[in-house]
């Protein structure tokens, strides 16, 4: 706009802001809005009709060599949809800026027309004669009054002007010099945000330039932080959310999705089918910033993030639950939201909440996110209206020292866990189809503390109305009706072998010598002949005295078994190859059939 190259001094004149064609920059981030929605289509044709028909009628070397080409492909329009809603976006913001100084300076040039004021070129102000002098009784001289662009850094003088015109033309000099000032920063902002945009040569897309994606879109999001972020109601509820993404414009939300899809994709109470495509970008963004870092933690993610995406990219066999990413990002030990099925279109909602040591990791991306889709494809078998969700939307406790540390664990992370789980079942609440769909809550080990803390929030966990808990430790409620779905709407399942189950209380949780001596080894077998109905967390949910309903549960594999130590009977109750029994019976209640499920005697 004014040719600057730097962002000290300026060659920006007031008759050069008033003159900017905003609408031509609004006109060019149409455009660019265009090609972002067109490769968008173009994404969305080749991952839902042409990789599925190439997969499903043909088979050898070149359909699979094919295959690998349009993934390229898909992931090539991917970049151009982000990078052109990125460009519209920055056009806009760079509009919105130009406009609101704009409107600053011509209020005052209105307010220098009304008084008869000259503006000069330079923005000075020049005023005429008025008031009466003290001696003579003649008009005070006019003058000319320059424009301060920061006045707040200009100590005051201690003189006052006799002539009454001189204040007021200060003002509007000090008006005009900051609207120009502000124009021109604006203008130095976006140019550089504006070079930056720029895509690899070639035809692929490594993964270095989703790297400089990610830094793009943190550039972008930082100068458009006007023109769009402090619209985004993170303080509303779950429905006041939905409300206001209803009364976007088209193009006000594919703004939203391009800039900020990390804060729309996990927005409780947006649309579910919004939320994942904001995080499948996001995902994008994500993997290209942690691929510029080299610690461990960022690998860690790093590789979590890779075995989500590659199972985002699968082709679903005909009947497989398809697979929605609801939330995902790296704070703290990392956070992924996955559904199988659609929660919104689907009547029966069930979301699992995982456990001690569970991160963003490969071990949860492959096993707790296996363990809602296999329970999702047996749900679904009774009642297709089904989805299953795991959920991963806090820091569960991690256990430096292995399943010995349990005992150690203590109910913050459970609590704050809590709370961030009601805001999303309220938003599953608030987004669904249905008028009263069949929600339930699944709490595995210290999952099941968590879920337990978010039924003791105000008014229970939202639209929840059953409640299984498998591997606890304790809900921190020492009866099932008091978890505020009715006893006979709490299913418990404990296997034999699972120590995790009969972690004592903790004025019971003397190691004893031998057990120091034998270390993790001896603390666990002391743990496993604990005994007691009295469990870390509270009442045993499997007892009689807790009062749920307990279902059959394969026994697992003995804590010590010949020639090792394994606490694989914690982990198989979702597993229908490994504990049947179990996995049918969480089936059953994720599809709104508890009812059928056969109840086991309690401890």
Known sequence: MSGRSGGAGSALTWSALREVKCVELEQAADGWGRVSNRADAVRDRIEGELLPGLRDTQKGEAPDAAVRGLRRLGTNFQYIYTECGLLRTTLNSLAHE??????????ALDDAAALRFTVQADGSVTYPAAGEGLVDGKPLAGGTASGVPNPGMVPPSGLVAPNPNAGKAQDIADRVAQAVR??????????????????????????????DAAADAAAVRDAARGYLKDAIPHDA?????????????????????????????????????????????????LMGKLEGR??????????????IDRQLRLVPEVGDPPMYLLGIGD????????????????????????GLNTSLDEEFAEGDLKRARDTAAAAREIDHSS?????????????????????????????????????????????????????????????????????????????????????SPGVGVDRAEDLGVGRDHVYVGAAENDVVTKLPASEHAVISGIGRALGPVGSLVDLANGGDADLWFGTDPASEEFGGRRFG??????????????????????????????????????????HEVKQEQSR
């Open 98 to 107: 130009i406009k609101t100084q704009q409107r600053v300076l011509q209020g």
């Open 182 to 211: 502000a124009a021109a920063d604006a203008d130095w902002r976006y140019t550089r945000i504006l070079r930056s945009l720029k895509a690899h040569e070639g035809l692929g897309v490594p993964v270095a330039t989703w790297t």
């Open 237 to 285: 509820s779950p429905a006041e959310r939905k409300a206001w993404w209803a009364g976007l414009t088209d193009e006000q939300r594919e703004e939203y999705l391009a800039v900020y899809p990390d804060q729309i994709g996990n927005l409780d109470g947006i649309p579910a089918l919004v939320r994942d495509a904001a995080n499948r970008d996001n995902l994008q963004l």
């Open 294 to 307: 080299d610690d461990d933690d960022s690998a860690t993610k790093l590789a979590a993030l890779r075995e």
């Open 331 to 354: 704070q703290g030990n990392g956070r992924a939201i996955v559904s199988y099925g659609n929660p919104d279109t689907s009547r029966n909602v069930a979301a699992y909440v995982p």
């Open 387 to 471: 989805a299953v969700i795991t959920w991963l939307g806090y820091d569960a406790p991690q256990s430096p020292d292995g399943w010995n540390s349990l005992a150690v664990a203590g109910t913050a992370r459970a609590e704050a866990g809590g709370r961030a789980f009601n805001g999303f079942m309220a938003g599953l609440v608030a987004s669904n189809d249905h008028a009263g769909p069949n929600l339930t809550a699944i709490g595995h080990s210290y999952g099941s503390r968590t879920v337990g803390a978010a039924t003791q929030q105000e008014g229970g966990i939202p639209g929840v109305t059953e409640i299984v808990l498998v591997g």
């Open 553 to 594: 549960a394969d026994d697992g594999p003995p804590l010590i078994a010949p020639g090792r130590v394994t606490i694989d009977a914690h982990s198989q109750y979702f597993d229908p190859e490994l504990d049947s029994t179990s996995a049918g019976s969480i089936a059953l209640i994720a599809a709104g059939r508890g």
